[in-house]
């Protein structure tokens, strides 16, 4: 039977996204996953870091929620499911059909407001990725914005509120996400967490030095607390450019990554996702419809199915039980 292919992380187009139930021009839409195999995707509403006032925050606020809402219809299409739990998943998987997830990317969408985190949960949002590129009032982003006044860290990591936000996404249910956060931002965020936390579109500085990777000490906390890293499909995250040469990787460059982590901290600490229509797209894996390249090169070297299923959907899906089980 073939495993359960979940991708983490794909950024839709807003506004006026396209009837994602035909062929488009965006790197996913239900042909293309169901021409590559791909049973489930977390589609996401993501907000640009802005001014940190009444105003912005309230715009993004507004923006998070016609979003998630949109792609919760995504579910109403036929042969979908909008699905917001691991059973829910699983069952949509076993009856044939492709299943719609959300989450929430850019806690700038939070403002100061603890209880956006609780409607987003009941949204079915899945995560929340803390930062983007720029620091916001939870946290510090790997990439500040000096354009917006950011200066290299403003936080020390979490500020008093990120970590007030920590604690009530464990409360409802809601993955810590740390794809985006400065590396003291994550390793609070994994210290203080009463569950496993997610990166869930990164790769390593191990193979490649981009702010935007994690380091084996980043990788050592993620397993010491049951978590899991994600590799994406960013070319500069996996390889570095000549100078002045844009950025290019291959599905080989996905899985030495994959392979580095799990080395480092063991196959049940690591994923794999796209972030497609967000900077995500490798030769060998250029939309959903090439997703049967990466257990390719996996089986290619050597790893079998269980190991492939667990890579795809089965370690993420061990974290979001756990992040359910602690809710409450």
Not at 19 to 25: A, F, I, L, M, V
Not at 52 to 68: E, P, S
Not at 220 to 244: C, K, N, S
């Amino acid at each position: 039977m073939n495993p359960l292919i979940l991708d983490t992380h794909i950024d839709i187009r807003w506004p006026e996204p396209p009837d994602w139930t035909t062929h488009t021009r965006q790197l996913v839409d239900l042909p293309k996953m169901q021409a590559g195999g791909m049973s489930a995707a977390v589609f996401i509403a993501y907000v640009q870091q802005g001014k940190r006032d009444a105003a912005g925050h309230a715009q993004a606020a507004d923006r998070a929620m016609a979003m998630l809402a949109h792609i919760r219809a995504r579910g109403d299409a036929p042969g979908t499911r909008f699905c917001a739990t691991p059973d829910a998943l699983e069952a949509c998987f076993a009856a044939g059909e492709t299943a719609v997830l959300s989450a929430v990317e850019n806690g700038y969408a939070m403002g100061l407001e603890l209880a956006r985190i609780d409607a987003w949960r009941r949204l079915g949002a899945i995560y929340l990725t803390v930062t983007h590129d720029g620091h916001n009032a939870l946290a510090d982003s790997a990439r500040p914005k000096p354009a917006l006044g950011d200066s290299v860290a403003e936080h020390g990591g979490l500020s008093a509120l990120g970590e007030a936000a920590v604690a009530e996404m464990n409360r409802v249910g809601l993955m810590v996400d740390c794809a985006h956060v400065s590396k003291a931002g994550m390793l609070r965020a994994a210290a203080m967490s009463r569950v496993p936390i997610a990166v869930t579109h990164t790769a390593c500085t191990a193979l490649c030095p981009h702010p935007r990777g994690i380091d084996d000490e980043q990788l050592d906390a993620i397993r010491a607390v049951g978590g899991i890293a994600q590799i994406t499909a960013v070319p500069a995250f996996l390889r570095t450019p000549p100078q002045g040469q844009p950025a290019q990787a291959s599905v080989a460059d996905i899985v030495d990554h994959m392979e580095h982590a799990i080395r480092r901290i063991g196959l049940e600490h690591v994923g794999v996702s796209s972030d497609f229509d967000g900077g995500g797209a490798v030769q060998g894996w250029k939309d959903a419809s090439e997703t049967p390249a990466i257990a390719a090169e996996l089986a290619r070297r050597g790893y079998g199915a269980r190991e492939i299923g667990l890579l795809w959907s089965g370690n993420f899906l061990r974290v979001w039980r756990a992040v359910l089980a602690g809710a409450g």
